[in-house]
């Protein structure tokens, strides 16, 4: 017998759980210290603005809310990587790339407040609204994709998919679009070990999740999701390559769920507090603090003044927030069909007149 073909999956990391430097080749992104700076600041804003939101939906102020804790530094890493002109295709709560690329946290907000006006948010226009039917956003993302290269356009199309958005056959049909026609796609796995209840051990056989990419024809990339530099290195190198016309990636970016899955879920009720515990020592806000620290970069007084300052900034995107006046009931009929079919006629008169009666 002899080898048809061999594998590997490199795994990157270059600031372990303390903050602390494990190799010593410095990626460009870690020699720009006042940028690695303002990245940690985009993740400690996006901290406090992620603990207003479930506050503001435990009083009754939003729907629903899917927390990012935890995932700060992988999607902040991958908005910063980005260019203006590439296109994101998000799940649900990748808020620190979106933040980077000019979504406005009161979007957020007004999305989870059940109100449609927050997909038209700041950020670029050709980038993708939130997309919930999991792992659908791989295909529109493999779809620009198609478009740059057709177009020859020096763009990328970057997608973000969860570790049980990977099992689905969108992901898989995206990436072995990407892999035959070498397409400019970045297909980031978040892996937070959790699809709500289901553990990443249940999802798979596979060793990695990086390693899907390789039956794809992929170049695959396993990183330490919660090191920023890392995770920001990794992306660079994807995003390079793909625009050069090298085609596309998978990169798994190896993190956790610190929250519950959204608002409606209990955690504690399907995971061991231990293994949440252990999950907090390795958080990357600690890490990228306690680097920053070690560099003299960062002091303990700015960040609490930072802090602050992001409370403040959070508190003004809230009341912008519950400052929007609602759409009137109507709306939710009036903009999806050109001519409403008879029995969404009778529904939308029905509203009406139940809106008449409470008010
Ligand atoms: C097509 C589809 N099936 C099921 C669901 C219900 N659902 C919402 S989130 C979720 C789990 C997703 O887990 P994962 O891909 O790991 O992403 P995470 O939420 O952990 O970031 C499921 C099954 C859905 N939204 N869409
Ligand atoms: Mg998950």
């Given at each position: 017998?002899?080898?048809?073909a061999?594998?590997?999956?490199?795994?990157?990391?270059?600031?372990?759980?303390?903050?602390?430097?494990v190799?010593?080749?410095?990626?460009?992104?870690?020699?720009?210290?006042?940028?690695?700076?303002?990245?940690?600041?985009?993740?400690l804003f996006?901290?406090?603005?992620?603990?207003?939101?479930v506050?503001?939906?435990?009083t009754?102020?939003l729907?629903?809310y899917?927390?990012c804790?935890?995932?700060?530094?992988?999607?902040?890493?991958?908005?910063?990587a980005?260019?203006e002109?590439?296109?994101?295709?998000?799940?649900?709560?990748?808020?620190g790339?979106?933040?980077h690329?000019?979504v406005?946290?009161?979007?957020?907000?007004?999305?989870?407040?059940?109100?449609?006006?927050?997909?038209?948010?700041?950020?670029?226009a050709?980038?993708?609204?939130?997309?919930?039917?999991?792992a659908?956003?791989?295909?529109?993302?493999?779809?620009?994709?198609l478009?740059?290269?057709?177009?020859?356009?020096?763009?990328?199309?970057?997608?973000?998919?969860?570790?049980?958005?990977?099992s689905?056959?969108?992901?898989?049909?995206?990436?072995?679009?990407?892999?035959a026609?070498?397409l400019?796609?970045?297909?980031?796995?978040?892996?937070?070990?959790?699809?709500?209840?289901?553990?990443?051990?249940?999802?798979?056989?596979?060793?990695?999740?990086?390693?899907?990419?390789?039956?794809?024809?992929?170049?695959?990339?396993?990183?330490?999701?919660?090191?920023?530099?890392?995770?920001?290195?990794?992306?660079?190198?994807a995003?390079?390559?793909?625009?050069h016309?090298?085609?596309?990636?998978v990169?798994?970016?190896?993190t956790?769920?610190?929250?519950?899955h959204?608002?409606?879920?209990?955690?504690?009720?399907?995971?061991?507090?231990?293994?949440?515990?252990?999950?907090?020592?390795?958080?990357?806000?600690?890490?990228?603090k306690?680097?920053?620290?070690?560099?003299?970069?960062?002091?303990?007084?700015?960040?609490?003044?930072?802090k602050?300052?992001?409370?403040t900034?959070?508190?003004?995107?809230?009341?912008?927030?519950?400052?929007?006046?609602?759409?009137?009931?109507?709306?939710m009929?009036?903009?999806?069909?050109?001519?409403?079919?008879?029995?969404?006629?009778?529904?939308?008169?029905?509203?009406?007149?139940?809106?008449?009666?409470?008010?």
């Open positions: 017998m002899s080898i048809a061999t594998f590997e999956i490199e795994f990157l990391q270059y600031l372990d759980a303390d903050g602390k430097l190799r010593d080749d410095l990626p460009a992104i870690a020699r720009d210290i006042r940028q690695l700076v303002e990245l940690y600041k985009e993740m996006v901290r406090v603005f992620d603990a207003k939101a506050a503001l939906q435990r009754g102020k729907g629903t899917a927390s804790l935890g995932h700060e530094a992988a999607h902040v890493a991958i908005g910063s980005m260019q002109d590439d296109v994101f295709a998000p799940m649900y709560r990748e808020y790339a979106q933040f690329r000019g406005k946290p009161r979007e957020v907000l007004l999305y989870w407040g059940g109100d449609e006006r927050g997909s038209d948010f700041s950020g670029p050709h980038d993708f609204a939130w997309c919930v039917p999991i659908t956003q791989c295909l529109h993302a493999a779809g620009s994709a478009a740059f290269k057709v177009r020859k356009e020096p763009r990328v199309a970057v997608t973000v998919v969860g570790d049980g958005g990977s689905k056959g969108d992901f898989y049909g995206a990436i072995n679009v990407a892999g026609m070498q400019p796609l970045v297909a980031v796995i978040v892996n937070n070990q959790w699809a709500i209840s289901v553990p990443r051990t249940m999802q798979t056989g596979a060793k990695t999740l990086a390693q899907k990419g390789i039956a794809a024809g992929l170049e695959c990339l396993q990183v330490d999701g919660n090191d920023l530099i890392a995770m920001r290195a990794a992306m660079d190198h995003i390079k390559r793909a625009r016309g090298h085609g596309g990636m990169i798994e970016a190896v956790y769920r610190l929250s519950d959204t608002t409606a879920d209990d955690a504690r009720r399907y995971r061991p507090d231990d293994e949440v515990k252990a999950a907090w020592a390795r958080e990357p806000l600690k890490r990228m306690a680097y920053l620290m070690s560099l003299n970069a960062w002091t303990e007084k700015e960040d609490e003044d930072w602050a300052e992001c409370a900034r959070v508190d003004a995107e809230v009341n912008a927030y519950l400052e929007t006046k609602s759409q009137p009931t109507a709306a009929f009036d903009y999806t069909w050109g001519e409403l079919p008879a029995d969404l006629v009778a529904q939308r008169a029905e509203a009406l007149a139940a809106d008449k009666a409470a008010h």
